[in-house]
Antibody
Framework: QVQLVQSGAEVQKPGASMKVSCKAS????????MHWVRQAPGQGLEWMGQ????????KYAQKFEGRVTMTRDTSINTAYMELSRLTSDDTAVYFC????????????????WGQGTPVTVSS | EIVLTQSPGTLSVSPGERATLSCRAS???????LAWYQQKPGQPPRLLIY???SRATGFPDRFSGSGSGTDFTLTISRLEPEDSAVYYC????????FGQGTRLEIK
């Protein structure tokens, strides 16, 4: 069965970087776009961007351009999201989420989600 | 960017009754590319409806989606206590954006 298993909780200091991993099982990473979505405490969902795991092509939300980097390692079926220059506003749960296919622009609904990685940014 | 506005913010309904949740877009959502998710505390969102009207696997037919253009609705009939959750709409016709969510309480 399809599973997305994310890395564990992180505590980071302002100005530092974070990197979250998302290991896919039950399917081949290169067959589906992967997206990243975050959720601040008590808040709604915020789309961060996407990666085409087959080509490595990325598209980021304008808000995160210059600060976010999405990559993948197809040999271990894992996607990564790195966010730099952290501030307290980046305190959130970060989710990876899969799209059902690899066609089109990548903008689609999400059929599977990771369990979420809580990240706390505090001095 | 398409802005999605969900209403009401919180809805309190009795078991057995029907809940109607609204999602209004600032621009037309092309091809009905609208999804709904259910999120319970401490869990990731779970796909509920896609393509505005198609129900995802695992949800009973008490859940239904409707709408087109800029106005979309999620209807949950014969409410059960386990339907308590926050429901989010998402459009994927022009990049991706989410609504702010509707909290459904079963009183």
């Amino acid at each position: 069965q399809v599973q997305l298993v994310q890395s564990g909780a992180e505590v980071q200091k302002p100005g530092a970087s974070m990197k979250v991993s998302c290991k896919a099982s039950g399917y081949t990473l290169t067959g589906h776009y992967m997206h990243w979505v975050r959720q601040a405490p008590g808040q709604g969902l915020e789309w961060m961007g996407q990666i085409n795991p087959k080509t490595g092509g990325v598209k980021y939300a304008q808000k995160f351009e210059g600060r976010v980097t999405m990559t993948r390692d197809t040999s271990i079926n894992t996607a990564y999201m790195e966010l730099s220059r952290l501030t307290s506003d980046d305190t959130a749960v970060y989710f990876c989420a899969r799209v059902p296919h690899l066609s089109g622009s990548g903008s689609y609904f999400f059929d599977y989600w990771g369990q979420g990685t809580p990240v706390t940014v505090s001095s | 960017e398409i802005v999605l506005t969900q209403s009401p913010g919180t809805l309190s309904v009795s078991p057995g009754e029907r809940a109607t949740l609204s999602c209004r877009a600032s621009q037309r959502v092309s091809s009905g590319y609208l999804a709904w998710y259910q999120q319970k505390p401490g869990q990731p969102p779970r796909l509920l409806i896609y393509g505005a009207v198609s129900r995802a696997t695992g949800f009973p037919d008490r859940f239904s989606g409707s709408g087109s253009g800029t106005d979309f609705t999620l209807t949950i009939s014969r409410l059960e206590p386990e339907d308590s959750a926050v429901y989010y709409c998402q459009q994927y016709g022009s990049s991706i954006t989410f609504g702010q969510g509707t909290r459904l309480e079963i009183k």
